[in-house]
């Protein structure tokens, strides 16, 4: 074994965010004002997000200065380290060689305050005093909760019911970090009521959580709203991950012929593999790979459509992979990757085929988890397992058609408080879903009647 661990100095740390969208062959359709039918305008963006952010979600720029104010709070745990899995490149008895960025060194242990520090910064830089946002396994909650208190401004987050149930110690950390926080639906809004009224029992969903945060922010003048993933914002900020891997990767001496992520709405998956996909689209041969759960295959077996990013029709209309807007996910339990729709970014770069996917069974991603925490130690989210799996499965396709490739993996987290999931898998109490026809026809059903994209 030679070097394991990658490291860049604090002073290496990219001062500029990357925008895939000034390098992409074909430019994603625009967002939607779900009355007129004509694309969204500042104004129209303005009640929820400030002015900086809603420049960030149209910009054509290729890359946007990082504020020093936000680089000083990266420095907490930023750069990031990337590792070669020796390890589990052994045990899997592989020929290929395996790296991964680990995202999980942050505090709140996740790659999502990349976005959180930058968008907190800007809120408060535009006056607002509150932020209001949803969670699903908890991660983004405490990120964005951790940022609002670094940066000095209130924060209410509405948490997927599910995972409020399976998850208390990231209730705990939220509050920790002074952040109010409910389960969703919640009688807090009115749109939590109706549904509550509805269905007594639902398991909730990222859709939900969204419609309730919506709510809350544009009911206040003091509130902005603020979201983890998905929009081209969040994408850009998290692309501070991929220009430090691709520093890294040269340090190893190294170039991947794979950039494998795991997709919820797309913001880690983005972070690392764009500033990969613009050497891509510059020339260099790269396989970029996002991995999904079978119970919730967005990508895999969604449509491209118009579709609304919640439940209660609240929101813009995203031109994206979605399975319906009301479609609740399986309780799994990467309740990260629960999510109907994903990042416009992303699906554009799949139609132009920059992007592959691919969508796996609960109980695979365990056991790839358990075998990446026995050999590199490091216990991974089960959100962060999917990309696992996706590696182990490339190293292995490679080994039987008698190759040999260099896989990128980021991982996203570290799944601390995700040990009930890991005690189900133990104690043989995990459900595979994998979702039948019917029920994505179903769910598809919501979408009738909207525009189709062009
Ligand atoms: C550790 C981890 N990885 C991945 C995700 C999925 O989100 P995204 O696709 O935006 O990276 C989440 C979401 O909560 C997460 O907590």
Redesign the pocket.
């Known amino acids: 074994m030679e070097q394991t661990k990658f490291l860049l100095d604090e002073s290496q740390i990219p001062r500029r965010w990357y925008n895939v969208a000034a390098d992409m062959p074909n430019a994603p359709r625009p967002v939607l004002h779900p009355g007129t039918g004509e694309p969204v305008g500042p104004d129209d963006l303005a009640p929820l997000f400030p002015m900086e952010l809603i420049g960030q979600e149209v910009s054509e720029e290729a890359e946007v200065a990082i504020p020093e104010e936000v680089l000083d709070i990266y420095r907490l745990w930023r750069p990031t380290p990337l590792y070669r899995a020796y390890r589990l490149e052994q045990a899997a008895a592989t020929r290929s060689r395996i790296f991964y960025k680990y ?2 060194v942050s505090p709140p ?4 305050p990349n976005t959180a520090v930058a968008q907190a910064f800007y809120n408060k830089r535009e006056g607002r005093t509150r932020l209001s946002t949803e ?6 909650g405490s990120a964005l909760a951790f940022a609002c208190k670094l940066i000095g401004l209130e924060c209410k987050v509405y948490m997927v019911r599910i995972s409020y149930d399976q998850k208390p110690f990231r209730r705990s950390m939220i509050e920790t970090w002074g952040a109010e926080i409910v389960a969703s639906p919640s009688t807090d809004t009115q749109c939590g009521r109706a549904i509550l009224d509805e269905f007594p029992d639902t398991p909730g969903s990222l859709g939900i959580a969204i419609s309730e945060a919506v709510e809350d922010a544009a009911g206040r003048d003091d509130t902005s709203y603020s979201l ?3 929009l081209n914002h ?1 994408l850009l900020h ?1 692309t501070i991950i991929g220009q430090e891997a691709l520093a890294q990767m040269e340090l190893a001496g190294a170039f991947p012929d794979v950039v494998i ?11 690392l593999a764009f500033p990969f996909i613009r050497e891509k689209i510059a020339g260099r041969e790269i396989d970029v790979l996002a991995c999904e759960p079978e119970a919730c295959p967005t990508l895999t077996r969604g449509l491209y459509a118009y579709d609304f990013g919640d439940t209660s029709k609240l929101t813009p209309l995203v031109p994206m992979h979605t399975l319906g807007h009301d479609f609740v996910p399986a309780p799994i339990h ?4 629960r ?1 109907h729709g ?2 416009p970014l992303i699906s554009q770069l799949v139609n132009d085929e920059l992007i592959r996917a691919e969508a796996y069974l609960q109980s695979d991603i365990f056991a790839s988890a358990v075998r990446f925490a026995s050999t590199e130690g490091i216990i991974p ?1 089960p ?2 397992a999917h990309a696992i799996h996706g590696a182990l499965e490339v190293a292995r396709a490679a080994d039987e058609a008698g190759e040999e490739r260099t896989i990128l993996f980021n991982l ?3 799944g601390h408080f995700d040990m009930a999931a890991y005690d189900n898998y133990f104690s043989g109490k995990l459900e595979d879903v994998a979702l039948d026809e019917a029920e994505i026809d179903r769910a598809l059903r919501a979408i009738d009647g909207l525009p189709t994209p062009a």
């Open positions: 995202e999980g242990g996740s790659h999502k969670t699903g396994a908890g991660q983004w983890g993933s998905v969040v998290q992520g795991c997709v919820g709405g797309g913001s880690n998956f983005a972070g990467a309740g990260g990757l999510y994903v990042a989210a959100e962060s996203s987290g570290h």
